[in-house]
């Protein structure tokens, strides 16, 4: 009999929300009963561990994310579909910095939130279509994006831009009109 009216999605959203309240690394088991007013033993019928739960919150984050970048993206190409997708991904991870950082850690082989990523690849390879990339060259401006993506808004999100000028909106488009730039003139491999 469920305690409380929790439910195993119940259970995810508030780690979740405790996470972007305040941090990732400080959810736990104890702390999401504590949300609940429950026993901590009332969430193992929902969680096995602390590490469960991280990866359900995982799970949560990059469905969520994965759904607003594909809304994003949908109907557009090249460097619109390339804005769209980026612009999805900075809103949510400064909208929600403790979901941000579930999507970022490393999780279990067996987690669904493993299988959830792989979306975000397929999401990526959709706006890449718009570039006309190998199938090799995908890879690297995946992880080249990702790199930027991730690196941008973690040095945004902990204030690494705010203390000079021009404002990080102004950088972002910028960035943003240099990747397009970048993947419509992708450098052909040299000789080996």
């Known amino acids: 009999m469920a305690r409380a009216g929790l439910t195993l999605e119940r259970v995810a959203l508030a780690g979740a929300e405790l996470a972007d309240r305040d941090g990732f690394d400080r959810v736990t088991v104890s702390a999401v009963?504590?949300?609940?007013?429950v026993a901590v033993a009332?969430?193992?019928?929902?969680v096995k561990s602390s590490r469960?739960?991280?990866?359900?919150?995982?799970?949560l984050a990059l469905t969520e994310l994965a759904d607003r970048a594909a809304e994003a993206i949908a109907g557009r190409s090249g460097k619109d579909a390339l804005t769209a997708f980026a612009d999805a991904y900075r809103e949510y991870?400064?909208?929600?910095?403790?979901?941000?950082?579930?999507?970022?850690?490393?999780?279990?082989p067996d987690s669904g939130a493993l299988a959830a990523g792989r979306r975000h690849t397929d999401l990526m390879q959709a706006v890449l279509r718009?570039?006309?990339?190998?199938?090799?060259?995908?890879?690297?401006?995946?992880r080249l994006l990702?790199?930027?993506?991730n690196g941008y808004v973690s040095l945004e999100s902990s204030g690494g831009f705010a203390h000079s000028t021009p404002d990080s909106q102004q950088s972002w488009v910028r960035i943003l009109d240099a990747l397009d730039a970048?993947?419509?003139?992708?450098?052909?491999?040299g000789p080996t």
């Open 33 to 37: 009963a504590r949300h609940f007013d």
């Open 42 to 46: 009332s969430l193992y019928s929902y």
């Open 52 to 59: 469960d739960l991280e990866g359900r919150i995982a799970l």
């Open 93 to 108: 991870a400064l909208a929600h910095p403790g979901r941000w950082a579930a999507t970022r850690a490393t999780l279990d």
């Open 130 to 142: 718009g570039y006309h990339l190998d199938d090799r060259d995908r890879t690297h401006a995946i």
């Open 146 to 149: 990702g790199s930027v993506f």
């Open 182 to 189: 970048l993947l419509r003139n992708w450098p052909q491999e």
